[in-house]
């Protein structure tokens, strides 16, 4: 695989590559739902969305809530289905470490398929009682 690279995805609503491969991260949103998450990263300073690219082609987007220079949070992590299980995700998570030298804290609370990934990305995951997935969430931290 070529070299990827990182570039800030200023959301266009109208944007039907990143609209879909958003979409194929989340559960089954309806269109509302997506122009909800872009305008959040649109319109909100503390809202990030990178995309990674190899040559012109989007092969994942990383958005971010940056809640302090030093704690970020992961909202939303997706790699194009045909990209998946070639590490493009871990570098992914890699590229984001490197944004801030002040950065101590990325975290997501994330579902219990989710979990062998952010473990081989070094982060330690712990049980939510009542997160976002009812009585299946974890919160996945790296320090």
Request: net charge negative.
């Amino acid at each position: 695989m070529s070299r990827l690279v990182l570039q800030p995805i200023y959301p266009d609503l109208q944007d039907t590559d990143l609209r879909s491969l958003l979409a194929s991260g989340m559960e089954l949103p309806t269109e509302g739902e997506l122009d909800e998450v872009l305008l959040t990263y649109k319109n909100h300073e503390a809202g990030w969305l990178w995309g990674f690219y190899e040559q012109k082609e989007l092969v994942g987007i990383i958005g971010v809530m940056r809640h302090s220079e030093r704690e970020w949070e992961i909202a939303h992590l997706v790699v194009e289905a045909f990209y998946r299980k070639q590490g493009i995700g871990k570098r992914m998570i890699t590229a984001l470490r490197q944004q801030s030298s002040d950065l101590q804290l990325i975290w997501a609370e994330i579902d219990e398929k989710s979990i062998g990934f952010f473990e081989k990305c070094g982060f330690r995951i712990t049980p939510i009682p009542h997160g976002l997935w009812e009585k299946n969430s974890f919160r996945c931290e790296w320090r």
